[in-house]
């Protein structure tokens, strides 16, 4: 009978996991940067390990950071599961330069990334962009994070305060 419950118990929290297919994607934030000016590249990998994946040779780009982002969501019993390598890269020089594809391989064959295009622009004025981070939505949006442009005021320092002492009464017994 202990044994027909665990059985039972066991069966009740399985998940059912479908076989999902492999992909592999590449993103960039932009793809005409101004010099001096780095931009982020992205690498996801879904349903598949990332133990496979090896980081690519950026010839004509200084790397600034590296992460990496895992997800794995549930839904219905299906389970899917990603991998994004993020790159923060600086330009060494202006002109038209690629990013080289990458390859991974799965059960099901090689997978590859196509080779993406980045124009390096002249900057004379010396303007800076900011990088478009598109992952790190988190579905949320500004809900929990409100942006506020009103400068809050310095607080002005107070005395402390001293506490008075409350008589007691002494019973003698």
């Given amino acids: 009978m202990k044994n027909i419950v665990i059985l039972l118990l066991a069966l009740l929290f399985t998940v059912n996991v479908n076989a999902q297919d492999a992909k592999l994607s590449v993103s960039v934030d932009r793809e005409n940067v ?14 598949m390990s990332s133990k496979k994946f090896e980081t690519p040779i950026f010839n004509d780009f200084d790397i600034i950071s590296t992460s990496q982002s895992s997800q794995t969501s549930i839904i219905n019993g299906d389970m899917t599961q990603s991998t994004t390598f993020t790159y923060i890269l600086a330009p060494r020089n202006e002109g038209t330069f690629y990013i080289d594809p990458i390859s991974v391989e799965t059960k099901d064959g090689v997978l590859e990334t196509k080779p993406l295009e980045i124009t390096i622009l002249a900057n004379p004025d010396g303007a800076k962009e900011e990088i478009n981070r598109k992952n790190d939505d988190d579905g949320f949006g500004d809900f929990f994070f409100f942006k506020n442009d009103t400068p809050i005021p310095p607080s002005t320092p107070t005395q402390p305060t001293k506490k008075k002492k409350k008589k007691r009464k002494v019973y003698k017994l």
């Fill in 34 to 47: 101004l010099m001096g000016n780095p931009f982020q590249v992205s690498f996801t990998l879904e349903n």
